[in-house]
């Protein structure tokens, strides 16, 4: 079974700090992904990764960075946390098509 | 972009009903998926399905690729199967899935 794992369920920050959120994959898939998702608006995607240290800008980018040093790794990366980054954080791995999603980290930016 | 519109929003039903939603999506696409977001947030897969019919137990799936809409049939419901039902497509440009506003499913006992 494939098998996708987020560092934390949830995850308090304050305004400003750096967040770091991680997800990590055991099917030796070659894309990676991360999504928000928020009430009224869906999921959307933040960034993907075809490969690793590739990074692909998805449709809502601002105020995020991405990193993939190893394939099963694809660390999100909240450089100065705002309020309106408040959100459910969803990542997700492929090889061919069907993704596959890990548990979701709640973050909350007080 | 393609858009992807899920139907109904919301569906209340009995325990041991039947119900179908549907998905409906503006341009050809290469692939399709169905999930069920649970009560904790993740989203589990249900099916992966380009055309044709799948099963799965007490679920089933039709995708006609030529119409451009996929069903989800759940048969004799369960209160387990409440939460949030979406379908997401796969666009000819890659392997971005774009996601339906999902249909949020209440079985009461």
New interface residues.
């Given amino acids: 079974d494939v098998k996708v794992t987020q560092s934390s369920r949830y995850l308090v920050k304050r305004t400003g700090e750096k967040v770091f959120l991680e997800c990590v994959q055991d099917m030796d898939h070659e894309n990676m992904f991360w999504y928000r998702q928020d009430p009224g608006l869906g999921l959307r995607l933040i960034y993907f990764s075809y490969d690793v240290k590739m990074k692909e800008k998805g449709d809502i980018p601002e105020g995020y960075s991405v990193s993939r040093e190893k394939k099963e790794r694809f660390s999100l990366i909240l450089e100065s946390a705002s309020t309106n980054q408040t959100s459910m954080y969803l990542c997700a791995s492929s090889k061919w098509g069907e993704q596959y999603f890990g548990p979701g980290t709640r973050l909350t930016v007080t | 972009g393609i858009q992807v519109e899920q139907s109904p929003p919301d569906l209340i039903l009995q325990e041991g009903a039947n119900s179908t939603l549907r998905c409906n999506f503006s341009d050809s696409v ?2 399709l ?1 169905w ?1 069920h977001q649970n009560p ?4 589990i ?1 249900l099916f ?1 399905i380009p055309s044709g019919t799948k099963q799965n137990g007490r679920l089933s799936a039709t995708t006609v690729a030529t119409e451009r809409y996929s069903l989800l049939y759940i048969s004799s419901s369960q209160t387990t199967d409440s939460g949030v039902y ?1 379908c ?1 497509v ?1 666009n000819n440009q890659g ?3 774009i ?4 249909t949020e499913l209440s079985v009461k006992p």
Avoid: T
Avoid at chain 2, 40 to 43: A, E, N, P, S
Avoid at chain 2, 99 to 102: A, E, H, I, S, T
């Fill in positions: 290469n692939n998926q999930f904790w947030g993740q989203l897969n992966y979406f997401a796969y392997g971005k899935l996601f339906g506003q999902g």
